[in-house]
């Protein structure tokens, strides 16, 4: 906890992580995968800080979360009354599998095994930015996810970005 707390007062200082991109890159046998070269340009103010890699919430794909992002998150969850047994529970799923990851000397991201199986991935992945993270999915699962939504995009748009639920 104290760690934390000293990571969260060191990163405040820092500007906010907003990236941009979809790539798709190959993983090799032992699960790596190479930094595209855009996104560590995008990342190279807090690539030394390391990352956080987890399960998604709502779907089978991975999340990396610069240390300076996983913060703020960390902030939120730390309001949770854990002696609310709900609370409790969401704290102890969300963090399940959660692992600290850096990008080795080669530009590479290990992905833990147990991870890696979660996901269902394959050689072939789409590494693709959520604003502040970078989602990892298999690309055949992504195509199909990315499919699907774009189904109703308009409507979705309207309801999030529109401010309909700003006049509810």
Request: glycine share 4%; net charge positive.
């Amino acid at each position: 906890m104290v760690i934390i707390f000293y990571i969260s007062c060191h990163i405040k200082h820092q500007k906010l992580v907003n990236i941009i991109g979809t790539y798709e890159c190959k993983s090799d046998i032992k699960g790596r995968f190479m930094l595209p070269s855009s996104l560590k340009k995008q990342l190279k103010d807090v690539i030394k800080e390391g990352f956080v890699i987890k399960r998604s919430v709502f779907y089978k794909c991975l999340e990396i979360h610069p240390m300076s992002e996983w913060t703020k998150v960390m902030d939120q969850v730390n309001t949770l009354n854990r002696f609310v047994k709900k609370n409790n529970d969401f704290i102890r799923s969300y963090m399940s599998g959660l692992r600290l990851v850096d990008v080795d000397s080669a530009g590479r991201f290990l992905i833990p095994k147990d991870l890696y199986a979660y996901a269902e991935l394959k050689k072939e992945l789409v590494i693709s930015s959520s604003v502040n993270m970078i989602e990892i999915w298999d690309k055949h699962s992504y195509e199909d996810s990315v499919a699907a939504s774009l189904l109703k995009f308009g409507e979705l748009a309207e309801e999030v970005m529109g401010g309909k639920n700003q006049e509810e």
